[in-house]
């Protein structure tokens, strides 16, 4: 490969670096969801260089592309994110094709284009971290940061010792190793019993299945931290803007 050929393709892969679809471009950038962001794009609201562009799937870098919504300049929403104390029986999502209540039922209309950093099933309450910087979202679900998440479980029947061994050393399940950073017993009884486990991944229903498979069913579960973030006594249905994670870090 001569010099010059061999200058274009690192010009090439230079140029192609931290280009995403324009609708992802759009929320990167924190000016609304990728479904707002399709929606808007198909209705040609939007434009790339000064031309009308209808396909979301068009590689652009939020950083650099001159993106205009309805004639105003898109550039990056000033970084946020807040607390939100999600209560039981609603879903983690933005509309649920079950017709069920969703998170976004109980926001404010200026939380309405923030999405959430992972999920709680329909059953969870606790602490959901709401942001508009997909970097934030990123960097907190990723397992190789093990960023730490504490719930409060509720499981039918008494939680012995060598159970709670058992959790920390992890147990296999559908292929997966499902396991608690720590387990603690704070009440038992032969009835129920109340633990505090902590977890740095965040698999499908992690919790519920671990305990299920060493013989305890999971009755309430309740998510108290992520990260450096606290619920303290926030109280169900609230949500409050907490310190960008940024300077946390």
């Given at each position: 490969?001569?010099?010059n050929s061999t200058e274009m393709v690192r010009n090439r892969n230079s140029n ?34 000064g031309s009308v562009e209808t396909n979301k799937a068009r590689l652009v870098n ?46 404010p209309d200026s939380l309405q284009s923030f999405h959430p950093v992972g999920r ?130």
């Amino acid at each position: 490969m001569s010099l010059n050929s061999t200058e274009m393709v690192r010009n090439r892969n230079s140029n192609q670096k931290g280009r995403v679809t324009l609708d992802r471009a759009i929320s990167k950038l924190g000016l609304g969801s990728r479904v707002e962001a399709q929606a808007w794009i198909e209705a040609g609201r939007v434009k790339v260089h000064g031309s009308v562009e209808t396909n979301k799937a068009r590689l652009v870098n939020p950083d650099t592309a001159h993106i205009e919504i309805d004639g105003a300049k898109a550039s990056k929403s000033e970084s946020k994110i807040y607390l939100f104390h999600k209560p039981k029986g609603v879903v983690t999502t933005k509309r649920d094709p079950e017709g069920r209540k969703t998170i976004y039922d109980l926001l404010p209309d200026s939380l309405q284009s923030f999405h959430p950093v992972g999920r709680l099933d329909m059953h969870t309450t606790g602490l959901l971290l709401l942001t508009n910087d997909t970097r934030i979202s990123s960097y907190l679900t990723d397992p190789k940061n093990e960023v730490p998440r504490v719930y409060l479980v509720g499981v039918k029947g008494e939680v012995i010792e060598s159970v709670v061994k058992k959790m920390e050393a992890g147990v296999e399940d559908l292929g997966e190793l499902l396991r608690a950073q720590s387990a603690k017993v704070l009440k038992a009884s032969g009835r129920e019993s109340l633990l505090r486990l902590e977890l740095t991944e965040g698999k499908n229903r992690e919790i519920r299945r671990l305990c299920l498979c060493l013989g305890h069913e999971v009755i309430s579960l309740k998510r108290t931290s992520f990260g450096p973030y606290e619920l303290a006594d926030l109280e169900p249905g609230k949500v409050i803007e907490a310190l960008d994670f940024n300077k946390l870090r």
